[in-house]
Nanobody, 120 residues
Framework: QVQLVESGGGLVQPGGSLRLSCAAS????????IGWFRQAPGKEREGVSC????????YYTDSVKGRFTISRDNGENTVYLQMDNLKPEDTAVYLC?????????????WGQGTQVTVSS
């Protein structure tokens, strides 16, 4: 069964850290570009960070640059998002996404999300 499962969310005070995990089953995550997205209540889904299939390219949205770090462990079939110096505006459901294109075929998987709440 193809599945992406996020974990590591929770309640943290401003300035704190969390490490989110995106674990894949049923497919090899190393063959996919992986993205982290977030959605806060009443707001559109926002792309936060992504890492290319080979890990040579990473992207961060401006608001998280210097605070978040994306990495992948292909042996563990998992991608991580290290989030430091968290701010209240980082509060959202965080979801991971896996995408791969083979010829004209596109494969896209989404996880269910993990809640991150930054509050004192």
């Amino acid at each position: 069964q193809v599945q992406l499962v996020e974990s590591g969310g929770g309640l943290v005070q401003p300035g704190g850290s969390l490490r989110l995990s995106c674990a894949a089953s049923g497919f090899r995550i190393r063959d996919y570009d992986i993205g982290w997205f977030r959605q806060a209540p009443g707001k559109e889904r926002e792309g936060v960070s992504c890492i290319s299939e080979g890990g040579g390219f990473t992207y961060y949205t401006d608001s998280v640059k210097g605070r978040f770090t994306i990495s992948r462990d292909n042996g563990e079939n998992t991608v991580y998002l290290q989030m430091d110096n968290l701010k209240p505006e980082d509060t959202a459901v965080y979801l991971c996404n896996a995408e791969s294109r083979v010829g004209v075929d596109e494969y896209v998987y989404w996880g269910q999300g993990t809640q991150v709440t930054v509050s004192s």
